[in-house]
């Protein structure tokens, strides 16, 4: 089992940032490529950002490429999701993950799951 907490939610405005972090623990963090989900109400819960187990490889939905940047610290057993130029459109609960598949981007690829913490991007 793993067993993720996330934290770093907030209000911000519209142009703002936030970091949101999720920190791990349970089985060997190096071991799971990790992703960050987010789901506004009322739509389904959508891909953000993966990173691969050493760091190395990343990859972003478009509509938040160029914005937000995962970053992930195996000695500390964490995930980060920097996330700059923020939009109301944003505004979600955003939701850290793990997975041992490679690659994965969609939510039924991913095993473990935190609670998510609220994101709120006021205009």
């Known amino acids: 089992q793993v067993q993720l907490v996330e934290s770093g939610g907030g209000l911000v405005q519209a142009g703002g940032s936030l970091r949101l972090s999720c920190a791990a623990s349970g089985r060997t963090f190096s071991n799971y490529y990790m992703g960050w989900f987010r789901q506004a109400p009322g739509e389904a819960r959508e891909f953000v950002a993966r990173i691969s187990r050493r760091g190395g490889s990343t990859d972003y939905a478009d509509s938040v490429k160029g914005r937000f940047t995962i970053s992930r610290d195996n000695a500390k057993s964490t995930v980060a999701l920097q996330m700059n130029s923020l939009k109301p459109e944003d505004t979600a609960v955003y939701y850290c993950?793990?997975?041992?598949?490679?690659?994965?981007?969609?939510?039924?690829?991913?095993?473990?799951w935190g609670q998510g913490t609220q994101v709120t991007v006021s205009s």
């Open positions: 993950a793990a997975t041992d598949e490679f690659s994965a981007v969609s939510v039924q690829q991913y095993t473990y």
